[in-house]
């Protein structure tokens, strides 16, 4: 298997998993911890997003791929920005643990992008 394809299979794990989190979540499951009410939703709605339009880009190897992946990891480091700075106080470290995860996840992703993308100038 390709780096691409390995790329695209932990977009879709990162995706997949935050659609399970945050879905149960909204359903009422009570993870043992504060959850705030706007987390799971996001979790849910990037999740969805994460799996419909990265993971596939991706896979397909398409051109906007790499694009995309740069968007969703600002995205995720944008959101976990506000939870540092904004909720600090309130938002339980699992979903800073969670966020953390996400984060390096998409550093991975877009290193085996790139990796796959560098020009081989060997003779």
């Known amino acids: 298997m390709n780096s691409i394809k390995v790329a695209a299979a932990l977009a879709f794990f990162v995706g997949a998993f935050s659609i399970f989190a945050g879905g149960m979540a909204m359903r009422g ?9 706007w ?30 992946a740069i968007i969703f990891f600002v995205i995720h480091l944008i959101a976990t920005a506000i939870l540092l700075l904004a909720f600090r106080d309130v938002v339980a470290m699992q979903s800073l643990l969670a966020m953390t995860f996400r984060l390096v996840v998409w550093l991975i992703v877009l290193a085996l992008m790139y990796s796959a993308q560098k020009p081989n100038l060997s003779f």
């Open 29 to 37: 499951w009570n993870p043992g911890w504060s959850v705030l009410k």
């Open 39 to 68: 987390l799971p939703v996001y979790n849910f709605g990037m999740g969805i997003l994460t799996v419909l339009i990265p993971a596939i880009l991706i896979w397909k190897n398409h051109p906007l791929a790499f694009v995309a």
